[in-house]
């Protein structure tokens, strides 16, 4: 099993800019990819960024792309979401998720974490 941990959530005016950290223990982080997604209230689960296992090759939503950056620290085993000019529709739960193998913008992660909440106030 792996635990996965997010911090880093909370209230932001709109233009604002947070960002979110997850914290894997308990398997090999390095042996998997890891992915943001991210549901908003009524909403279905989407799709936010993801990246492989090495930190190479991001991948983006249309939504977010050049506003948000996603990174990883392997030796610290520590996935980043760096979310700049943040826009009220950007207020959601956002999860964490660890995929072996390849990552995908589907929820097919074989790990998650508890989520944690962003809002963003106009």
């Known amino acids: 099993q792996m635990q996965l941990v997010e911090s880093g959530g909370g209230l932001v005016q709109a233009g604002g800019s947070l960002r979110l950290s997850c914290t894997a223990s308990?398997?090999?982080?390095?042996?998997?990819?890891m992915g943001w997604f991210r549901q908003a209230p009524g909403k279905e689960r989407e799709f936010v960024a993801a990246i492989n296992r090495s930190g190479g090759n991001p991948y983006y939503a249309d939504s977010v792309k050049g506003r948000f950056t996603i990174s990883r620290d392997n030796a610290k085993s520590t996935v980043y979401l760096q979310m700049n000019s943040l826009k009220p529709e950007d207020t959601a739960v956002y999860y964490c998720a660890a995929r072996s193998g390849d990552y995908s913008i589907t929820a097919t992660y074989n790990y998650w974490g508890q989520g944690t909440q962003v809002t963003v106030s106009s």
């Open positions: 308990g398997r090999n982080f390095n042996g998997y990819s």
